[in-house]
């Protein structure tokens, strides 16, 4: 089954974006390959929601993290693995001549480097399937197999195949006779040359793992441990955003007895970032990948949606308001079949406060009558959560608090249990005398 989203999450996420160095996805694009690369951006993409492969890659990238091995191939010998195989004139094949084989490919291609360049070709495929055997038998020998739950089984399946077979035997492939080269480069292009891809394939993936691991020490990432669906358990100890530099660390604690988390604080008290750190952090986790937390434990969901950044639509004539309804229906019409996480950022603030209280309130309600799903809401208004508090008792108050310096707000960016009572709006603004800038011009 695939982990439901949609591009308003990823942006509001920064899980992917135009701007690479600033997007989770940039955090981890440092692969060597760039076929490494694609495989990467492709399980951005599609993260997993079954629990069994999810377990099977945090395993495998955290056995390369523990046994700190580095990704054993350059990224330019691939890239001219990729020129030599892409090759399909069948006049540059090598075939026995009554000239040396050099001369022939002057005589008959008229290219002075054509020959050089496939002899280039035969040798680095053939110095990337030796170091590939060589990279396998070493992981089989510390117990990748065993420890991870995945297997190279295909890779092995092809290099034991009996042309295989001779490509080993070989004594110095820097120093093959004509003969082993017109060999060599028939089988090499023209009859193994799918399973070269395939070897390929699984070297990219490699790499991505590899890379992964890396990127997770460098940075303190955990491993998170997926639970079974079913029990909306979600528990993040010390999560932190990864984009920050000096991301101050939150805990959350969700289950089906409290599966609707309410969220108010003050502007700039830090509500955003905490629930963008929670969605990343949950993101990352059903792709199996290393999470910006100290511990995390998480029942695997059918998918999540997010609306933190909703822009009004001047296309399609819709006010921000009424963009916020077409999101909510669209949510409304998911948590009612599958298992996911919702964050609403500030629901309804594109409306009167008169209406954002009774829509906040009806609307968080609703979400609490749905316990097969975890719902995240912040919201400014204070009042709605006082409501709420007689209504439902599966929700759970949290606030981020302001603490005063004499007449300048000071935020801690640590979420207490409760509901807010800061109201330093109208402080902010005295602060920065508008109202005094205003009455002087």
């Given at each position: ?93 090598l075939t026995v001549h009554e000239y040396n084989l050099e001369q022939k490919f002057k005589s008959v291609l008229g290219a002075n480097t054509q020959f ?203 006010s921000h308001f009424y963009a916020e309804v077409i999101r909510l229906k669209r949510v409304a019409e998911v948590v009612g079949s599958f298992n996911v ?84 709006g109208m402080l902010i603004i005295q602060n920065e005398k508008i109202l005094d800038i205003l009455k002087e011009s």
């Open positions: 089954m695939i982990f439901k989203t949609d591009k308003q999450t990823l942006n509001d996420l920064g899980i992917l974006g135009r701007q690479t160095d600033n997007t989770v996805y940039g955090i981890f694009n440092k692969t060597v390959t760039s076929g490494g690369a694609k495989i990467l951006e492709e399980m951005f993409l599609f993260p997993l929601s079954n629990i069994d492969e999810i377990k099977k890659r945090s395993r495998s990238i955290a056995f390369f993290s523990e046994k700190k091995m580095s990704f054993p191939f350059s990224g330019a010998m691939f890239d001219f693995i990729e020129y030599y195989l892409s090759d399909k004139d069948g006049r540059s094949r050089s360049k496939i002899k280039k070709g035969v040798v680095s495929t053939l110095q990337f399937v030796l170091k590939f055997k060589s990279f396998i038998d070493s992981l089989k020998s510390k117990g990748f197999e065993k420890k991870s739950g995945c297997s190279f089984f295909r890779v092995k399946e092809i290099i034991e195949e009996n042309g295989f077979c001779e490509v080993f035997s070989i004594d110095d492939i820097n120093k093959l006779s004509d003969k082993e080269l017109i060999k060599l480069d028939h089988f090499l292009r023209f009859v193994w040359k799918e399973n070269i891809l395939i070897l390929k394939k699984e070297a990219y993936l490699l790499d991505v793992l590899i890379t992964v691991a890396k990127i997770a020490e460098e940075r303190n990432f955990s491993y998170a441990l997926p639970c079974e669906r079913g029990n909306n358990q979600l528990e993040i100890f010390n999560g932190f955003h990864p984009l920050l530099k000096k991301a101050i660390p939150n805990t959350l604690n969700v289950s089906s007895k409290n599966n609707v988390v309410f969220l108010t604080g003050a502007n700039m008290a830090g509500k955003s970032t905490f629930m963008k750190m929670v969605g990343i952090t949950v993101y990352l986790g059903h792709m199996g990948f290393p999470v910006p937390a100290e511990k995390m434990k998480f029942a695997v969901l059918d998918g999540m949606y997010t609306t933190i950044n909703l822009a009004d639509n001047i296309n399609m004539g819709y996480l919702v964050i609403f950022d500030e629901l309804f603030r594109g409306t009167n406060v008169k209406d954002a209280y009774d829509a906040t309130v009806a609307v968080t309600d609703a979400f609490a009558s749905r316990n097969n799903c975890i719902f995240i809401i912040s919201t400014h208004i204070v009042e709605a959560g006082e409501e709420l508090k007689n209504m439902r008792d599966n929700i759970k108050f949290i606030y981020l608090p302001t603490a005063m310096n004499g007449n300048k707000p000071e935020y801690t960016y640590t979420i207490t249990d409760g509901i807010t009572d800061d109201r330093h």
